[in-house]
């Protein structure tokens, strides 16, 4: 395994060379107005990790003393859990995370930018978006029941922690977005028919899901009192249709086709002003 990191060496008249290996400042000045958002983000919740080690060793000091905190433990998890996920989103931008590649260090800077762009918005994203729409329910679930932790002594309103790992893989799609721009925009004008057309899967998976959860919602309203999303997703819209052997759900089909019309459209609407 090997992983990609730069370094800037700064130097200024009278005093040492320095090194900057913080993976926030490295390449700050290729990052546009979301990548520094995200970083700027990720560097308050850095503090959590020293308020983890602080609880860590006080349950630990705690538990050895005979007077274990159940609520200790949990804010373990809580902490760690906020933590990891905005890093996520924070070694993304700043390309710090491991990388399982022997060979894109020996890659010239064009192909590993395609290769960038098209692990991010072919691959990365779409998998965020799911995860953002897996978690809904579950986030949503326990805001309903009032979630609490399982031990008497816990930490409660667990539901706050499982929205905000929703919300969080919303942070890490702003942060995959961001970053595949800015590798677009090293090759080509990131103008927004190719910044949607390049990011294909993705952008039609979000086209689907809004055109999904809008039909829910209108078949919800139009529906007798007391019906269930369960039962909603009974309508037609939702149901399947043959194409040869293969099957597609309706609402599969209206995503593709709207998401080649919203592509078509800012093509079609582009600033013409700058081509030869």
């Avoid at 970083?39 to 850095?46: E, G, I, K, L």
């Avoid at 260090?105 to 691959?123: E, H």
């Avoid at 499982?162 to 990131?190: D, G």
Wanted: proline letters at 4%; aromatic letters at 14%; charged letters at 15%.
């Amino acid at each position: 395994m090997t992983q990609h990191e730069d370094e800037v060496v700064v130097a200024t008249e009278g005093a040492p060379i320095v090194a900057i290996s913080d993976p926030g400042e490295v390449g700050r000045a290729e990052h546009n107005r979301g990548d520094r958002a995200v970083v700027q983000v990720a560097n308050v919740f850095s503090w959590l990790y020293p308020i983890l080690i602080i609880a860590i060793c006080s349950q630990v000091v705690l538990r050895g003393m005979g007077n274990n905190q159940a609520w200790l433990d949990d804010a373990q998890w809580w902490i760690y859990g906020a933590a990891v996920l905005i890093g996520i989103g924070y070694a993304v931008t700043t390309n710090s995370h491991v990388r399982v590649d022997i060979f894109y260090d020996g890659y010239a800077p064009a192909k590993q930018r395609k290769i960038d762009i098209f692990a991010l918005a072919w691959l990365f994203l779409p998998f965020i978006i799911l995860c953002w729409d897996t978690t809904l329910p579950y986030a949503l679930t326990s805001i309903v029941a009032d979630e609490g932790s399982d031990s008497p002594n816990g930490l409660h309103n667990l539901w706050i922690l499982k929205t905000f790992m929703n919300v969080s893989f919303l942070y890490i799609a702003f942060a995959t977005w961001s970053a595949y721009v800015r590798y677009l925009s090293q090759i080509t004008p990131p103008v927004w028919w190719r910044k949607l057309l390049y990011a294909f899967p993705a952008v039609a998976f979000v086209v689907n899901l809004v055109i999904y959860y809008a039909a829910l919602g209108l078949v919800l309203l139009t529906s007798e009192a007391g019906t269930t999303a369960r039962q909603a997703t009974r309508h037609w819209f939702f149901d399947t249709f043959a194409i040869g052997p293969e099957e597609m759900k309706y609402t599969v089909a209206s995503a593709l086709i709207a998401t080649v019309l919203i592509i078509a459209a800012t093509y079609a609407l582009r600033d013409k002003s700058g081509e030869v």
